[in-house]
Nanobody, 115 residues
Framework: QVQMVESGGGLVQAGGSLRLSCVAS????????MAWYRQAPGKQREVVAI???????DYQDSVKGRFTISRENAKNVVEIQMNNLKPEDTAVYYC?????????WGQGTQVTVSS
């Protein structure tokens, strides 16, 4: 059974930091592209950061320089370090894997940034 479980969300003041973690099971983690998405109320889900099996990362322009995605294939873990958070970063954040042309999401974790 495939599972992706996120943790690390919460409430933080603007300018603060959070680190989200996602542990995957039931998959060959090392061959999956992994990503973090987010969905704010009333908005479409959007990709925040993506990382290849080999660790090459890319980011949405609005988070470049503030967020860092990383993965540890031996532990089936993908994380995202979020610094200098802004109120507009408030959303449900989802861990995702991209494989075979399809995207699969975890259950999500809420991140709320107060001004």
């Amino acid at each position: 059974q495939v599972q992706m479980v996120e943790s690390g969300g919460g409430l933080v003041q603007a300018g603060g930091s959070l680190r989200l973690s996602c542990v995957a099971s039931g998959i060959d983690f090392s061959i999956n592209v992994m990503a973090w998405y987010r969905q704010a109320p009333g908005k479409q889900r959007e990709v925040v950061a993506i990382i290849s099996p080999g660790g090459v990362a890319d980011y949405q322009d609005s988070v470049k320089g503030r967020f860092t995605i990383s993965r540890e294939n031996a532990k089936n873990v993908v994380e995202i370090q979020m610094n200098n958070l802004k109120p507009e970063d408030t959303a449900v954040y989802y861990c995702a894997r991209i494989y075979g042309g399809k995207t699969y999401w975890g259950q999500g974790t809420q991140v709320t940034v107060s001004s």
